[in-house]
């Protein structure tokens, strides 16, 4: 397997304009979680996914933030308008669900936006 | 809600020392993860650990998850250069059933040759 597959790896915006990250998790997975890094709060969990619902979206950090999950095997966070405040890399990660063996998440290589 | 207190924020050590961090929390966690974060790139599971007590070794790397199911350590023997790296405890509490993971907020490892 490829593993977690996120696009674009680096996006450069200008402020107010719409960003939308995509992210394809491990076939197999049924549970996505979309994280926030930055040096100030470090790895944040903004919302996840269970087979294809969203469960827990309380990280979201304002209105301005969305994230759906169509199918089994695609994302997207979507950021409308964007602000400079949001810059950081932005990691999807994705678990096989469930208790104990399968909380393990393996993270994708990350988008690192920067609004300018 | 529930937090990861890791420990230390950041070290320096030299080529050959052992490391230790560790992470502790006032919940319980089902689950314990060590991640190890390379520049540039995501998360990589290192170690997972499932019960309380539990010590596991993966070569240079030993963890175990505590007793009370609060608090867990990383230890690297031997340090290496491409040890350095920022290094997260992450806590899975299971009750959710659907994988949500906690992490600590990094132990940052420089290396010195």
């Known amino acids: 397997d490829a593993g977690v597959i996120q696009s674009p790896r680096h996006e450069v915006t200008e402020m107010g304009q719409e960003v939308t990250l995509r992210c394809k998790p491990i076939?197999?997975?049924?549970?996505l979680f979309w994280y926030r890094q930055t040096m100030m709060r470090g790895l944040e969990l903004l919302i996840y996914?269970?087979?294809?619902?969203?469960?827990?979206d309380s990280g979201m950090p304002e209105d301005r933030f969305s994230a759906k999950m169509p199918n089994a095997s695609f994302s997207t966070l979507k950021i409308q308008p964007s602000e400079p405040r949001d810059s950081a890399v932005y990691f999807c990660?994705?678990?096989?669900?469930?208790?104990?063996?399968?909380?393990?998440?393996?993270f994708g290589q990350g988008t690192r936006l920067t609004v300018v | 809600g529930q937090q990861l207190n890791q420990s230390p924020q950041s070290m320096f050590i030299q080529e050959g020392e052992d490391v230790s961090m560790n992470c502790t929390s006032s919940?319980?966690?089902?689950?314990w993860l060590w991640y190890k974060q390379d520049p540039g790139e995501g998360p990589v599971l290192l170690i997972a650990l499932y019960k309380a007590g539990e010590l596991t070794s993966n070569g240079r790397l030993t963890a175990q998850f505590g007793i009370t199911r609060k608090d867990s350590f990383l230890n690297i023997s031997a340090s290496i250069p491409s040890d350095v790296g920022i290094y997260f405890c992450?806590?899975?509490?299971?009750?959710?059933?659907?994988?949500?993971?906690?992490f600590g907020q990094g132990t940052t490892l420089q290396v010195k040759p």
């Open positions: 919940s319980i966690f089902n689950t």
């Open positions: 076939s197999g997975h049924n549970s």
């Open positions: 992450a806590g899975g509490d299971g009750s959710s059933n659907t994988g949500k993971l906690i």
């Open positions: 996914f269970n087979n294809n619902v969203p469960i827990d």
């Open positions: 990660a994705s678990s096989a669900g469930g208790v104990d063996m399968n909380t393990e998440a393996f």
